[in-house]
């Protein structure tokens, strides 16, 4: 997607985030501040991608900080978090892809710009209803399938995926994806280990990259090859619709994710904060 006038105000509150995050001293802040700033002022143009504008941001920050890890301590209390919840919760969905997809959409609930006990309070309402509803041509496309990637988003909705992943590998083989290195509170391999979830998760590579979403100018080669030969691309999160809705629709992509930012949901024609699963 290319940027809107809104994303500016949200990428610029995403510096400050990051920036909180990293460091505790005052000049350090000032420091990454301005020097984040002045990328934002340089890249933010007519037709750039939101997502790799924040890339370089983030990068901005880690340098100036010393910190390449800023969303640690978030990305951990999100996994407690979670856990909680889906102890809590997991007696009312079945087996079976139509409540499986939509517990793992519940936990795209989880938003580092969210207050915790407010993603809590979404994420204990009970199931979740899609605006744009393909969750029914989910199973069939599955069971067409011989190789899946599933494009894994925040650290924290990981619990959440379990359940259809391990339904999936059932059908066909599913390969997890995860970014290479931190970026705001994507999960990674690192998070896969401290979670204590390898063996549960499987198959696992990474998009080669430190960004949200995929940039494909900078993903392995690993990942490209495994992109274009997959049958089914399944999606979660509004960083990956961000940066592969531009592609040629092939009924390849099943997207999963909650529309967090009037941008995201302008292009889907949906309300703010509701959620879609949609096959493009």
Do not use: W
């Not at 995403?14 to 002022?41: F, I, K, N, Y």
């Not at 309070?121 to 393909?134: C, N, V, Y």
């Not at 909705?157 to 509170?185: C, G, S, W, Y």
């Not at 100018?217 to 592969?244: H, N, P, R, W």
């Amino acid at each position: 997607m290319r940027v809107t006038h809104h994303c500016n105000n949200c990428l610029s509150k995403l510096v400050v985030q990051a920036v909180e995050l990293a460091t505790d001293h005052p000049e350090v802040r000032e420091l990454a501040c301005r020097r984040a700033g002045l990328v934002l002022s340089e890249k933010f143009q007519p037709g750039s991608i939101s997502i790799v504008i924040a890339a370089e941001l983030h990068e901005a920050v880690k340098k100036a900080t010393g910190n390449p890890d800023p969303y640690r301590k978030m990305k951990d209390g999100e996994i407690v978090m979670a856990r909680k919840l889906y102890n809590a919760m997991k007696g009312l969905y079945r087996e079976n892809f139509e409540d499986y997809l939509k517990l793992a959409a519940l936990g795209n609930a989880i938003d580092f710009f969210r207050p915790v006990e407010e993603v809590k309070r979404e994420m204990s309402a009970g199931k979740i209803e899609f605006t744009i509803d393909d969750s029914a041509l989910l199973e069939d496309k599955v069971r067409e399938a011989r190789r899946i990637l599933f494009l894994a988003d925040n650290t924290g909705e990981i619990v959440f995926d379990l359940p259809l992943l391990q339904l999936m590998r059932k059908h066909a083989a599913v390969t997890f994806v995860v970014k290479a290195a931190p970026v705001q509170n994507d999960i990674t391999l690192d998070e896969i280990k401290r979670a204590g979830l390898q063996d549960s998760i499987g198959d696992v590579i990474t998009t080669g990259t430190a960004t949200a979403g995929i940039d494909f100018s900078v993903a392995s080669q690993e990942f490209i090859e495994a992109f274009e030969t997959a049958d089914l691309v399944f999606a979660k999160g509004m960083g990956y619709y961000e940066t592969l809705e531009e592609l040629p629709q092939r009924k390849r992509i099943f997207y999963c994710l909650k529309a967090k930012c009037q941008p995201v949901a302008d292009s889907l024609n949906v309300p703010l904060h509701s959620y879609s699963a949609m096959l493009r």
